[in-house]
């Protein structure tokens, strides 16, 4: 089964940058289709990004766009939220998720895909 650990969370002054990421490991990484999501307090939660197996589409929630960019490197089973130019309604919880269908784990429907596995989350606080 795969695996899914997020990084990169923390801190940042509106106007900052971070870059999440996503480790797999457990399966091969280059089957799974990959997304972002996110979910701030007393607020449902949100698909942000994107990115197909081979990294040839993304889509973007309309909040981030222009700002967020994800990417991955299959390479390296890893893949990547960009963050830019954060506002403090960036304050959340991510996630990344792997489009998959797992017995007896819930899955979340995005994009027309079913997310099934799920890593445990970064805090990322957008605050002066």
């Known amino acids: 089964q795969l695996r899914l650990v997020e990084s990169g969370g923390g801190l940042v002054q509106p106007g900052g940058s971070l870059r999440l990421s996503c480790e797999a490991s457990?399966?091969?990484?280059?089957?799974?289709?990959i997304g972002w999501f996110r979910q701030a307090p007393g607020k449902e939660r949100e698909g942000v990004a994107y990115?197909?197996?081979?990294?040839?589409?993304?889509i973007y929630a309309d909040s981030v766009k222009g700002r967020f960019t994800i990417s991955r490197d299959n390479a390296k089973t890893t893949a990547y939220l960009q963050m830019n130019s954060l506002e403090p309604e960036d304050t959340a919880v991510y996630y990344c998720?792997?489009?998959?269908?797992?017995?007896?784990?819930?899955?979340?429907?995005?994009?027309?895909?079913?997310?099934?596995?799920w890593g445990q989350g970064t805090q990322v606080t957008v605050s002066s």
């Open positions: 990115i197909s197996r081979s990294g040839d589409s993304t």
């Open positions: 457990g399966s091969i990484f280059d089957y799974y289709a």
């Open positions: 998720a792997a489009e998959d269908v797992v017995p007896g784990v819930s899955v979340v429907l995005e994009w027309g895909r079913y997310f099934g596995s």
